[in-house]
T-cell receptor, first 112, second 112 residues
Framework: KNEVEQSPQNLTAQEGEFITINCSYSVGISALHWLQQHPGGGIVSLFMLSSGKKKHGRLIATINIQEKHSSLHITASHPRDSAVYICAVNTYSGGGADGLTFGKGTHLIIQP | DAGVIQSPRHEVTEMGQEVTLRCKPISGHNSLFWYRQTMMRGLELLIYFNNNVPIDDSGMPEDRFSAKMPNASFSTLKIQPSEPRDSAVYFC??????????FGDGTRLSIL
């Protein structure tokens, strides 16, 4: 069983729809990350969170530590949001950075 | 501000050859990570350094892989000898403690 599970694997929606991508993890974490990877291949960090909720523009990320679950929401989706969204976690909490464990990603397509 | 710089962007070589991938982290970042991305396995951590010291190399697949960080501004990942199954996109990322990771554009490696 993977330590980080994402759903759905693939999602196609119409422009303007509200999008939700889910991430569940089975290990103790110090932080959870949402990353975006465009077809060109570059990876960009969207959010890093360890509790509660963060918002940036039309993107919202939430995390429930007790339930080991996080969601990424996109409001008023647009074709330029089409990308692979990847959930990843830091498992070490002793101070200092540590490597990420990744989910398999959610391939999102927003049709005009 | 320059991001994480990786070179080369693309590498095509024959099986058995030595391959060297290079990474320059963001100035001031004290943690550096090497990741590999394949269709089958997704993104995986290979090795990471804190303050130029290797912390966790448990993701390095075999003795054919080695990584060094001789100073705070440069790291290499070497594969010798290379095999077709090493074909992947290799990402370098850097960060400071409790901050999101910044990814380079990756090196697309093809071993024929």
């Amino acid at each position: 069983k993977n330590e980080v599970e994402q759903s759905p694997q693939n999602l196609t929606a119409q422009e303007g729809e509200f999008i939700t991508i889910n991430c569940s993890y089975s290990v103790g974490i110090s932080a959870l990350h949402w990353l975006q990877q465009h077809p060109g291949g570059g990876i960009v960090s969207l959010f890093m969170l360890s509790s509660g909720k963060k918002k940036h523009g039309r993107l919202i990320a939430t995390i429930n530590i007790q339930e080991k679950h996080s969601s990424l929401h996109i409001t008023a989706s647009h074709p330029r949001d089409s990308a692979v969204y990847i959930c990843a976690v830091n498992t070490y909490s002793g101070g200092g950075a540590d490597g990420l464990t990744f989910g398999k990603g959610t391939h999102l397509i927003i049709q005009p | 501000d320059a991001g994480v710089i990786q070179s080369p962007r693309h590498e095509v070589t024959e099986m058995g050859q030595e391959v060297t991938l290079r990474c320059k982290p963001i100035s001031g970042h004290n943690s550096l990570f090497w990741y590999r991305q394949t269709m089958m396995r997704g993104l995986e951590l290979l090795i990471y350094f804190n303050n130029n010291v290797p912390i966790d190399d448990s993701g390095m697949p075999e003795d054919r892989f080695s990584a060094k960080m001789p100073n705070a501004s440069f790291s290499t990942l070497k594969i010798q000898p290379s095999e077709p199954r090493d074909s992947a996109v290799y990402f370098c990322a850097s960060t400071t403690s409790y901050q999101p990771q910044h990814f380079g554009d990756g090196t697309r490696l093809s071993i024929l």
